[in-house]
């Protein structure tokens, strides 16, 4: 076969690695870096789409900070729900994690039906649970046995939060595997040589286990933090089940991210949306940033 | 070298050790029973679930496990609530469309990261990963604006098209790391062969990397089944809602009393086809989970 010369086979086969990476490209540029472009110059005007933007300057950011109470309250909330939820749910799931990894009898089974619920979404799912807590619910019925009074989760304010942090429990087997996965990547001869060394349960843990899967801590942390401060299906459909109002009751289910739903598709304030997203965008990598720059303190890499 | 030290030690060492076993083994009794314990509570909302979407409406708040009678009329009463059928059309038609532009587009991309030489690769393969850490809020907004002025709103494509445009990264970063190991001879031979790399892509790649083109897939179907803030924001016209839209027939805003029942009927039917597939693929899809946890 003959080659033109300046088509060398690296050539070749770089120009090939570009074209198959071009469904990417495209989407990054398309899809991701152009609409945050766009998306910040929204941010600086009055839009509602139909009609051209308006151009405000800081006026969107000013009416936010120096007016906008619905913005401190879902700013709470989501605060709330992020330092909250975050380390509940990694514990659980170090908790079942370190229970699979016992290699008990069954264990297959277990780990079946603790991930399971994992896989369930969407507004199904958070029907099940604005049924399962609700007043005269399975929760509150089995606090009952035990003559603990249940709170009325989803319909009093005060437990909104505390009753989706409960639901989130039932579905951290993501985490669970991704631990489950980092305990069983520790050689067993670090805990043996413990053992032999009179080391106690605690120590080993602290001491071998912990430091080994700071690593996928560190992941779970991290990813978790992003999500949590994007929390939106179930607070939107529990408050639109329970109080036909989103954010109800009390606008204590008024996350940040329904907050620019509502603003962005309720009452159609693109540039005003936009100024809180990217407020939002600020704020996550600022506390990622944050995390990656502390993780140098407890995470351990080996080698 | 511990262990020579602490045999010296005698008697007081053997002590010690039976009592670490006798400790141990009622560890493990403990920890069996927290874990059945644990087990049941994970277990109990769905059965509760099934147990509602049995009951007549006047029974729905008593405690009982067995209804009596048993009323299975519910399911085709709640189903019967919504036009389900044709929204379940809908969900299929949108969900088998973006697994198809995943799986194909993120397991392009992920081959030429995986084993194609070009320069930039190892960077451009660090922005891949920069965006999974991205906020998807932030381009929400701008992507819709974008999309309305396509005349895109009330049509499937904004829910589909983006698909076939990388597939997602964590997509691509889970078939780079499966692609990397398979042997590179294999390429090579197929070159000499005078293969294409599409061809070597399609024929030799793709179909050994099964399990892994199969977490994927799944991974798709449950994301653009379950998804509700796409169809919320793209879809007004009732007509080409889907499953997870059509349920809020259900919610207060419908009007009345929540009728839980068939609430807990409609959700059982629509969350089915994920139970049933986890349980059918739920080893790829413990593995291909674990491998990110590692590498991540």
Redesign the interface.
Known sequence: MQQRPWLTP?RR??????L??L??V???L???L???I??LY?SFTKYN?VNAPQWLGFGNYQDIFEYNEDFRASLYNTVWYVVVNTPISIAFALV?AL??N?K??GTN?????????T???????V???V??LNP?G?VD?GLALIHVPGPNWFYDPAWTKPGLVVMNL?RVG?GM??????LN?IPRTLYE?A????ARLWTRFWRITMPLLS??LF??V??GI?GA??V??SA??IS?????SPGAPAKSLLFY?LL??LN??QDLK?GY??AL??I??II?MIV?GVQLWLSSRWVYYEG | M??AA?RAGGNHLMD?QQN?RVQSAIG?TL??L??CA??IL?????V??FV?SIKTQAQV?D?NWIPHPAQWRNYPDALSSAPFLLYFRNTVIITGISMFGTVL?SS??A???AR????G?EA?FM??LA?M??????????????F??MHWVNTFLPLTV?A????GAFN?FLLRQFFRNIPMELSESARIDGAS?LRI?WQIILPLSGPILTAITIFSF?GA?????GPL?YLDNQALWTL??G??V????GGGI?M?HW??A???V??SP??IV??LA?RY??ES??????K?
Do not use: C, H
Request: no cysteine; glycine share 6%.
């Open positions: 690296r086969e770089a120009t090939l690695g570009y198959f990476l469904p990417w495209i989407g990054f398309g899809l991701t152009g609409p945050m766009f998306s929204t789409i079942l229970l699979l016992m008990l009898r089974l277990f780990r079946t039906i603790f991930y399971s619920p896989v369930l979404g969407g507004v199904s799912m029907f099940l649970w049924w399962i005269q399975l019925r039932w993501t595997i991704i631990l489950l996965a980092g990547a040589a053992n032999i060394d009179g690593p996928s992941f779970m991290v990813t992003i401060f994007q939106f299906t939107y459909v639109q089940t329970v109080a036909n991210e620019i739903y962005a598709w693109m949306a936009a997203s990217w939002l965008f996550i990622t | 511990a262990v602490k010690w670490q493990r920890a069996f927290l874990i644990l087990a994970f277990v109990v909302p769905l509760w679930m509602t708040f405690p587009s392009l991309v081959y030429s990261f194609l030489r070009f320069p690769r451009l922005l891949v965006t850490m991205l906020p998807g809020i932030v381009t929400l907004i701008p992507v819709y604006i974008i309305s002025k983006p076939f445009f990388g597939g691509i790399e892509w449950q089944w379950e998804d509700y803030l924001i997870q839209l349920l809020t259900f919610e207060a805003s929540p839980w609430m807990m409609a959700s059982l629509i969350m994920v139970l986890f349980f739920q899809f413990i989970i674990a491998i990110s946890g590692i991540g």
